[in-house]
């Protein structure tokens, strides 16, 4: 079975950027669908975007359409969150997952995440 374990979070001001990884061991990330998801204080976790494993295809809240850019790199074994023009509402721990979107209320193997803090 697949584990991952996500990286790269950290302290970013207002219009900066981040780099988030989801780093796979277990099996080849080739065969499952990635989803990020992130979630704020008091609130529900949400995703964030989706890579498809079947067509290569990319999918974004609307809120982060346009800023975040989801990416695997194969060799690495591992899928990529490239962050841009954050916002202070972008503050949140981001998990990965072999899931996307609604699929995620019956997933049992979150990882512990990585804080993002969108503040100057």
């Known amino acids: 079975q697949v584990q991952l374990v996500e990286s790269g979070g950290g302290l970013v001001q207002p219009g900066g950027s981040l780099r988030l990884s989801c780093a796979a061991s277990g099996d080849s990330l080739d065969y499952y669908a990635i989803g990020w998801f992130r979630q704020a204080p008091g609130k529900e976790r949400e995703g964030v975007s989706c890579?498809?494993?079947?067509?290569?295809?990319?999918y974004y809240a609307p809120s982060v359409k346009g800023r975040f850019t989801i990416s695997r790199d194969n060799a690495k074994n591992t899928v990529y969150l490239q962050m841009n023009s954050l916002k202070p509402e972008d503050t949140a721990v981001y998990y990965c997952?072999?899931?996307?979107?609604?699929?995620?209320?019956?997933?049992?193997?979150w990882g512990q995440g990585t804080q993002v803090t969108v503040s100057s």
């Open positions: 890579a498809s494993s079947s067509d290569g295809s990319s």
């Open positions: 997952a072999t899931v996307c979107w609604s699929a995620a209320k019956d997933y049992r193997s």
